[in-house]
């Protein structure tokens, strides 16, 4: 086989572009919530990932982030974001696109996406909000753990 014909074998993800789809901050109880709190804020994150066939290879990835803040006083701040990226997958065999999809597509989105809610929260008036590191993988993993769990208990109510 020669050169040219091995390149075009090879796997490859490429991203087409990323972008916010939708961000929204609220400050509802500014500028009372600027004020020191008397006590720690409790920071809310919830995350939710979805892969969506755009054209034939290409995906889009959405990261949704809602994030919350309050302390016992007050609610300090909400921010959602909806960041994503297209991505083109070539040569990747089937049973490794949802790998792909849901692992590696979001690892590259998220510190992007991170940048955002920091510059949000910063822009707000509050200390810029730093995300931990998602492992993408850990929670594809815990997902499919999950999947055959219960499948496995659906089988079990079934009989």
């Known amino acids: 086989m020669n050169q040219a014909a091995q390149e075009t074998k090879t796997p490859s993800v490429a991203i087409n572009g990323q972008y916010i789809k939708d961000l929204s901050f609220e400050n509802p109880n500014a500028p009372m919530s600027l004020t020191p709190p008397k006590s720690a804020p409790n920071i809310e994150v919830n995350l939710n990932l979805e892969a969506k066939a ?8 959405t990261l949704q982030i809602t994030t919350k803040a309050k302390t016992a006083e007050t609610n ?5 974001l909806s960041y994503a990226g297209l991505f083109t997958l070539t040569n990747i065999p089937e049973d490794q696109k949802e790998m792909v999809l849901l692992i ?5 989105l998220f510190p992007f996406a991170r ?4 510059d949000a929260t910063r822009d707000g008036g509050f ?10 993988a850990a929670l594809y993993n815990q997902r499919k753990n999950d999947e055959s769990t219960k499948s496995g208990l659906d089988k079990n109510n079934i009989n």
């Open 54 to 61: 755009i054209q034939t290879n290409v995906y889009e990835i």
């Open 76 to 80: 300090m701040f909400v921010v959602e």
């Open 104 to 108: 590696h597509c979001p690892t590259i």
């Open 115 to 118: 940048r955002v809610l920091s």
């Open 127 to 136: 200390q810029p909000l730093m995300l931990d590191p998602i492992d993408f």
